[in-house]
């Protein structure tokens, strides 16, 4: 059965998101505006979502190249560009790409890239991880993009995703900002991706790692 499930995901990944809104059976969340974007610094995100200690659990190396998508305000971008060589943050509201502009001017190792709703914004070959911090749910065409971040992936390259965990009720965001570990591992593998863990140490989130084969 899982092996059927597979192979209709891998054929729909053909094309974008399914005409009602959906993909693979969920809703596409509508992405964050500009406008909100306040909320992605709020001072209660360092307790909830300790982003120090999801780097911390990436283990990444200091000459490592690591793209940011989806990287809204800067706020992980920043933090990456204290540990490794080169950061690109992507977004595809020029708003956002302007606020880590401001945010990153003294940072040499800090480049801003486009990004569209079809495409992430990176190279191939370019990075030794992707990191999307509550950013796949509201992707309007997940395969179009994944395909992209999985070119970009140099060999040995991971995939890492942040994402509230839907299995847990108790989890104080819409449910359409939510994903099942099932349904992650479902998608991405789908789209050939390999899983390797999913770290559960956050209180109200996940970090699921892939490679790109």
């Known amino acids: 059965m899982r092996a059927l499930i597979v192979a209709a995901l891998v054929a729909c990944s053909s ?4 005409p009602d809104g ?12 500009y406008q909100g974007s306040a909320w992605l610094e709020r001072p209660e995100r ?4 300790q ?11 200091p000459n490592d190249v690591v793209a940011d998508v989806g990287a809204g ?10 540990r490794v060589a080169h950061v690109i943050a992507t977004d595809v509201q020029p708003e956002m790409r302007a606020a880590i502009g401001t945010r990153a001017h003294a940072l040499p190792n800090v480049e801003v890239r486009a990004a569209t709703p079809s495409n992430s914004g990176l190279a191939a070959g370019c990075c030794d991880l992707v990191l999307l911090v509550d950013v796949y749910h509201e992707l309007a065409d997940p395969p179009a993009v994944m395909a992209t971040i999985r070119a970009a992936l140099r ?13 847990d009720p108790s989890v104080p965001i819409k449910p359409e900002h939510k994903m099942t ?6 998608e991405l593998t789908g789209m050939g991706f390999v899983f390797v863990d999913s770290l559960e140490m956050l209180p109200d ?6 490679t790109s084969r």
């Open 15 to 18: 094309s974008s998101h399914e």
């Open 181 to 186: 570990l099932a349904q992650i591992k479902l």
């Open 155 to 167: 060999p040995r390259g991971r995939l890492a995703l942040v994402e509230y965990r839907a299995e």
């Open 46 to 49: 360092e307790t909830r979502e």
């Open 22 to 33: 959906t993909y693979a059976g969920r809703p596409i969340a509508p992405a964050m505006s």
């Open 51 to 61: 982003p120090e200690a999801v780097l911390d659990a990436l283990h990444l190396a």
């Open 73 to 82: 305000t800067g706020y992980f971008t920043l933090r990456l560009a204290r």
């Open 205 to 210: 989130q996940r970090i699921v790692i892939f």
